[in-house]
């Protein structure tokens, strides 16, 4: 049988909209099983049943479930790479307090963490696999670059080899505490966010001598 499309063979636009339609809900319907069930528990039987189609339909898709992770890892990557220009891009970040900065800088991270339970259960661990580790990889390098920029403006006097220290352990303090700071609602997450900010301003004012408005105690 013969598929409708122009002159070229491309898919017929009504077709391409049901099929790009069918993709986004195989990836959405991965992404709550990921996130009620972690990884490695996830088949593609349970990924096509959440998705109400069958394991045929699902194939005509993605070969595999690694291919569906793939196809969730980019969309994660680009609505990131917005919540990281959102938090890190601005001609005010370096006129602003430290403590100013930090909860600029964190709170678009943390809403992105907070809407997707998936992301966590991913990438939020110490064990990620090698496929998913390879595809963030470029996101968290550029993401931490571009603290390094921001601490070594910011702190023009602080050796390079040292700010660039400084913004690795920024980013895994970051990474330690986003499970508690996003974790569900009822589970005190509002105040693991507190602590959160409190713990890197505290850290940023003695790595990088940056005045601040809040008051820390040691």
Do not use: C
Not at 14 to 28: H, N, P, S, V
Not at 148 to 175: D, G, H, M, N, Y
């Amino acid at each position: 049988m013969q598929v409708a499309g122009d002159e070229k063979g491309r898919p017929a636009p009504k077709r391409q909209a049901r099929g790009e339609r069918r993709i986004a809900q195989i990836i959405d319907a991965a992404a709550e099983l990921f996130a009620e069930n972690g990884y490695e528990s996830v088949t593609t039987n349970a990924i096509a049943a959440r998705a109400g189609i069958s394991p045929g339909s699902l194939y005509q898709f993605f070969s595999n479930k690694d291919a569906i992770v793939r196809a969730l890892t980019e969309r994660y990557v680009a609505e990131l790479t917005s919540a990281h220009s959102a938090a890190l891009e601005g001609d005010d970040l370096d006129d602003l307090a430290l403590d100013a900065l930090v909860d600029k800088v964190l709170s678009p991270l943390v809403a992105f963490n907070r809407s997707h339970r998936a992301f966590k259960a991913l990438f939020g661990r110490t064990d990620m696999p090698e496929t998913l580790a390879r595809a963030t990889a470029p996101l968290h390098e550029g993401m931490l670059d571009r603290i390094t920029a921001l601490f070594r403006a910011r702190s023009p006097q602080t050796p390079e080899q040292e700010v660039r220290r400084v913004a690795l352990v920024t980013v895994q303090i970051v990474k330690a505490l986003m499970p508690l700071a996003a974790g569900p609602e009822g589970h005190d997450r509002a105040w693991y966010d507190a602590q959160l900010r409190t713990v890197l301003v505290s850290y940023l004012t003695r790595a990088l001598g940056a005045p601040t408005d809040r008051t820390v105690t040691a």
